[in-house]
Nanobody, 125 residues
């Protein structure tokens, strides 16, 4: 069973940057997509970004496009999310997720079978 562990969250001022990492350990990594989702208090878990494991194609939610960058290191089985120009609206718990999703469903949380525990990102104004 593959375990996903996120790291890199913290407190940052508006306009600042953070880099999140998702490390996969154990098991056989047979997923098609690895994605980041986020969930603010009292809100649903929202799609942030996805990367196709074979090929590296990337996809972003409109609210983060141009500010966030998702990347992967296949050899180390890690996926990173570089977050720049952060705003208080980016405050949430960020989750890493992996699944055998298809392109048309990568923004849906139900497409992912494996989730990390999340890392808190807080952006102060």
């Amino acid at each position: 069973q593959v375990q996903l562990v996120e790291s890199g969250g913290g407190l940052v001022q508006a306009g600042g940057s953070l880099r999140l990492s998702c490390s996969a350990s154990g098991g056989t990594f047979s997923y098609t997509y690895v994605s980041w989702f986020r969930q603010a208090p009292g809100q649903e878990r929202d799609f942030v970004a996805a990367i196709r494991w074979n090929g590296g194609h990337t996809y972003y939610a409109g609210s983060v496009k141009g500010r966030f960058t998702i990347s992967k290191n296949s050899a180390e089985r890690t996926v990173s999310l570089q977050m720049d120009s952060l705003t208080p609206e980016d405050t949430a718990v960020y989750y890493c997720a992996a699944g055998r999703a298809i392109l048309s469903s990568i923004t849906q949380a139900t497409s992912y079978t494996n989730w990390g525990r999340g890392t808190q990102v807080t952006v102060s104004s």
